[in-house]
């Protein structure tokens, strides 16, 4: 095989310029969630899974309150996770803070 029979694998590849990355958000974007009390251990194990997606902490431990932090970049896959989680551990939103209209944010009900 000679670079004659194949001129393009011959020819040089320039790199493609790196596309700049997304400016840092200044406040992450959070949700706030109820769940059973014995889902709690779960619902952090299937978020660990996911890789740097998001970590929550416990605000209400008698109400099994969660809240779930996030970067605001990520929010469609953090939503798109939830959804997918829902089966096992459902779930309900409690407070979006982002939601202007709260009752209108509600995709999960």
Do not use: I
């Not at 194990?45 to 996030?70: I, P």
């Amino acid at each position: 095989m000679t670079p004659k029979a194949f001129p393009a694998a011959a020819k040089r590849r320039t790199r493609r310029k790196p596309r700049p990355p997304l400016p840092a958000p200044r406040w992450s974007a959070c949700l706030y969630l109820r769940l059973a009390k014995s889902d709690v251990g779960m619902f952090r194990f299937l978020l660990e899974a996911e890789d740097n997606l998001g970590y929550m902490t416990v605000v209400d431990r008698k109400a099994a309150v969660v809240q779930f932090v996030f970067s605001p970049h990520q929010e469609k896959a953090a939503r798109a996770y939830l959804e997918s989680m829902r089966p096992l551990v459902p779930f309900s939103l409690e407070y979006d803070p982002a939601a202007k209209d709260f009752a209108a944010a509600l995709p999960f009900e």
